[in-house]
């Protein structure tokens, strides 16, 4: 059973915008913190944006202010607003639960960033 299915992902020049999508399944998600990962080649999968059930956003130093993490319980779906992108923003981007890493993971959705 998949739970996370992320999309939204593309090749874009630096500087340009991506809005990717993270749609979930569960009963437990509207009470779920949510996280944003990022994974390059060769590195480790490590979390760049997290919100709370309550909508508390935090992010990783490298990308405040240039993404956007959001969510809409209604339809189990986090989103992430990349603007600005960079070159270093090149990697598959992965949602998941917080605190729970250790459950199955989606295929993530690639970003390209061209410079």
């Known amino acids: 059973q998949v739970q996370f299915v992320e999309s939204g992902g593309g090749l874009v020049q630096a500087g340009g915008s991506l809005s990717l999508s993270c749609a979930a399944s569960g009963s437990t998600f509207s009470i779920a913190t949510i996280g944003w990962y990022h994974q390059a080649p060769g590195k480790q999968r490590e979390l760049v944006a997290h919100?709370?059930?309550?909508?508390?956003?935090n992010y990783a130093d490298s990308l405040k202010g240039r993404f956007t993490i959001s969510r809409d319980n209604a339809k189990n779906t986090v989103y992430l607003q990349m603007n600005s992108l960079k070159s270093e923003d090149t990697a598959v981007y992965y949602c998941?639960?917080?605190?729970?890493?250790?459950?199955?993971w989606g295929q993530g959705t690639q970003v390209i960033v061209s410079s």
């Open positions: 919100i709370t059930s309550g909508g508390s956003t």
């Open positions: 998941h639960t917080v605190g729970f890493e250790w459950s199955p």
